[in-house]
């Protein structure tokens, strides 16, 4: 089985505080790029060394050159636009900041055409500076019809969302394609638009928007194996991840996978699936017997939205009763999500970060040796 990586983790990381001050520097023009690369080269490399003192498995940049998990696109591609109107209000639940987030107002108001890779940069530095196996992360193409398709101006270059959906696939299976051949041996889809299908009253805002929610999972499914296809080689772990939002410790979603599960972790065309089970909002571990045999579920248990320390008696308690429904050497470990999906980050410390993370090898090692 490619890559057990029994303790895993999302890939976003806290922000440092200079590499916050950099970047806000950068956005006023007070430094430059070659400024902001210099410390966001320096924070990677701290970033990596404490990763490698945890014990993690597999590396990752914290997503440090990034404003957010899924911004790499709109900034390798002409076509996108400012928009004075959102392109999405997505009502969030929690702790952090305003509940109601307006999104993004960068829309697509042009044909797409690729300026430059994704992650070329982040994945050259990877391979010269980390100290073992790293993942790179990529966005899911399901993301972008939902939050960069606005009526009356996208639909001038792509009459459906689904037109624009299916260009996006290109551009990503491009770049997914070109990290394999630079030999990254583990890529991360990062989805969390699945969430909308397991959530009463998001399957009913898709209905009330004239879209059946079931024809859109077979057609985000179909999306995401697209991206991935030609992608399977020795060496290289495909994984995906879901979760319900994460966005200073917010949330957006509820849901068990049972709506999605049979569907998903049977046709997806991943070796991991990394899952949300942090908290009463994703259910039960029942729909985890629609698992393929060679497939494994890393259960995101620990939470990044959390301050608090989870037990080691209480995640061991957790993985025993998923082992109901997945064989244990098919399982593995992780937090439920990024600890900063977005520059802002969840409400905790740097320091109570790399416990958590420390938590997860430790209980790994007690697992699985």
Not at 181 to 195: K, L, T
Not at 294 to 315: F, I, W
């Amino acid at each position: 089985m490619e890559g057990a990586y029994r303790a895993d983790h999302i890939g976003s990381l806290l922000r440092p505080a200079k590499l916050k001050e950099a970047r806000s520097a950068f956005r006023s023009g007070a430094i430059g790029r070659r400024q902001l690369k210099a410390v966001e080269d320096r924070a990677i490399q701290l970033a990596l060394e404490h990763q490698r003192q945890t014990g993690i498995e597999v590396f990752s940049d914290g997503e440090f050159r990034r404003s957010s998990f899924q911004n790499d696109l709109a900034e390798s591609v002409e076509g996108y636009v400012e928009s004075e109107a959102p392109s999405v209000v997505r009502v969030w639940q929690g702790p952090g900041g305003d509940p109601q987030e307006q999104g993004t107002h960068l829309v697509v108001g042009g044909k797409l055409r690729p300026k430059r890779r994704l992650t070329a940069e982040q994945t050259a530095f990877l391979n010269d500076h980390a100290p073992g196996p790293f993942k790179m992360t990529l966005p899911s193409a399901n993301q972008f019809p939902a939050i960069s398709y606005q009526e009356g101006l996208t639909n001038k270059f792509y009459p459906t969302r689904s037109d624009l959906l299916w260009e996006i696939v290109g551009i990503l299976k491009a770049e997914v394609r070109a990290l394999v051949n630079e030999g990254v041996s583990y890529i991360q889809i990062d989805a969390p638009r699945y969430s909308y299908f397991v959530d009463p009253k998001w399957r009913q805002q898709l209905r009330d928007m004239g879209q059946d929610p079931d024809d859109l999972l077979r057609e985000a499914i179909r999306a995401d194996n697209a991206c991935l296809e030609g992608a399977n080689r020795d060496g290289t772990t495909l994984a995906i991840h879901i979760c319900r939002g994460n966005n200073q410790s917010k949330w957006y979603a509820e849901g068990g996978y049972e709506p999605i599960a049979e569907a998903l972790f049977g046709s997806l065309n991943v070796d991991r699936f990394l899952l949300e089970y942090d908290t009463e909002r994703a259910g039960t571990f029942e729909p985890l017997r629609f698992i393929p045999k060679n497939k494994m579920a890393v259960l995101g248990l620990v939470s990044t939205k959390d301050p608090t320390l989870e037990t080691a008696d209480e995640l061991l308690r957790r993985i025993d009763e998923a082992s109901k429904y997945v064989a244990l050497e098919r399982l593995a470990l992780s937090p439920q999500c990024g600890f900063a999906s977005t520059e802002a980050g969840n409400l905790l410390t740097e320091d109570q970060q790399w416990r958590k993370l420390e938590r997860v090898v430790e209980v790994a090692r007690r697992v699985w040796g």
